[in-house]
């Protein structure tokens, strides 16, 4: 897999190295030189010196290729911008942007760009948004019966109520992850974006997986 990362500072050089470590295929731009020096010596991907929005700049990096793009520069502007032009002009699927502001992370996540504001920045959440793929045991019980997982969804859940899950699985959703935690309530919708958090019985993971990794008309067939 490759992915393209803009902006090489704390956020920005903690995701490349933990990509490349996961064996992924990395390109990071920056407009200064001297920000791969966070790098290392021993990075083996690529660095690109110039503007993240700038097509040929991206191109560069080998966007045409990504399957995910980071936008985490110092700039909300320069943030959005970049994911919309990696999300609209080069069709690239899994695209997070930072964002300063927690209002303006709000609007962009309801126009279909994921973003998190950056008091509740992580780098282990940018790569849940950027490696969606699968589902990660986060508690278990005792006896091993009884599950949390993170799963991830089809795209055609989102815009959906999240009370269609328990209707066509056997699992219950705890809470989902949006900016903050929610438990959900009868009324909560689906949007994208969202972290999908839910427990189940471990014999009926795959089976659970499997109907959230398909969008729910198919499963209703």
């Known amino acids: 897999m490759h992915v393209v990362i803009m902006g090489c500072g704390r956020v ?12 992924h295929s990395v390109a990071i731009i920056d407009q200064a030189r001297e920000a791969f020096r966070r790098l290392g010596p021993d990075f083996k991907g690529t660095t690109v010196t110039g503007v993240g929005f700038d097509r040929d700049v991206l191109r560069e990096a080998g966007i045409e290729k990504a399957q995910a793009f980071a936008a985490v520069s ?16 080069f ?44 589902s990660r045991s ?35 959703v705890a809470f989902i992850t949006r900016e903050v935690g929610i438990i959900p309530d009868e009324h909560t919708v ?20 499997a109907i959230l990794a398909n969008s729910p008309e198919r499963n209703h067939e």
């Open 74 to 89: 110092n700039g909300d502007n320069s943030n959005i911008l970049a994911a919309r032009v990696a999300r609209e002009n």
């Open 190 to 209: 689906l949007q994208q974006g969202d972290l999908v958090h839910v427990m189940v019985a471990e014999e009926d993971t795959a089976r659970v997986e």
């Open 91 to 134: 069709g690239v699927k899994n695209v997070v942007a930072r964002i300063y502001d927690p209002g303006r992370a709000e609007i962009y996540q309801r126009v279909g760009i994921p973003t998190v504001a950056t008091v509740l920045w992580a780098t282990d959440q940018i790569l849940r948004r950027l490696l969606p793929d699968g």
């Open 12 to 23: 920005g050089s903690s995701l490349a190295l933990e990509l490349e470590a996961a064996g």
């Open 138 to 172: 986060e508690w278990r019980d005792a006896s091993g019966k009884i599950q949390l997982y993170e799963m991830h969804l089809h795209d055609d859940w989102y815009g959906k109520q999240i009370l269609l899950i328990d209707k066509l699985t056997s699992a219950r």
